[in-house]
């Protein structure tokens, strides 16, 4: 597995942003730039059967974590700092249940260890109706999709994935068939025998509830060196509708020594 990334040298220790799900690489270019200007060898990844990387009939943690592995011995990357929203929080967290020492720091964004019930059948149902052999325009695309999600941020984020091929005709980047099929594991824990000494920043949106105050203890004691870090004003998506407190709440913590 040889995964599509996008590099925007700093100069600096590599850093690693893994997207969530449906997501991809392009998510993040404006804070890529800014962690990049920051002092950072930045590196954001599109995961299995997202953005530009290979369609493969596997999407669990397991695989995903190697995955990360692969690429970061592939572009031997010392000491990288992992970052990673939602899914992509999920993966940098088994990554590092499997190789304790493969990391030098984690930024886990809105999203916690513990298991969630599956929630995006909606957004799968309305993903799966728009007819991509017959249809005209992303226009047409969106209205469609506006019966199963109202929301025009989210609709727009998802359509992201909506690409034209060399014959005019559209598709997806995102291998919705297998998303679908694996979306249950989307929401799988992640477990550790032992507990993870990394240094590791949980970051939640203050109107998202990713990550409850229930959460908090399950939290600190698979990742006893943790801090939790909300952000008020911000939901799921806290990079994109916070991103000056939430680069400024990254940086801060990378910079401690």
Known sequence: MSLFYRNIEGGGQ????LHGVFGSSDNWLTTGKKMADAGYNVYLLDQRNHGRSPHYPEHHYAAMAEDLKAFIEEHQLSRPILIGHSMGGKTVMEYVSRYPDGADRLVVVDIAPRAYKPHHGKILEGLAA???GKLESRKEADEILSAYEPSLGVRQFLLKNLYTKDDGSFGWRLNL???TEYMPQV???VTSANPLEIRTLFIRGGESDYILDSDIDGIRA?????EIVTI????HWVQAEQPALFL???LDFLGRN
């Open 187 to 189: 929401g799988d824990p």
């Open 177 to 179: 068939p297998v998303i």
């Open 232 to 235: 008020p004003g911000a939901g």
């Open 130 to 132: 728009i007819p991509l």
């Open 248 to 250: 400024n709440t990254v």
């Open 14 to 17: 590599p850093l690693l942003v």
């Open 222 to 226: 698979m990742f006893p060196n943790s």
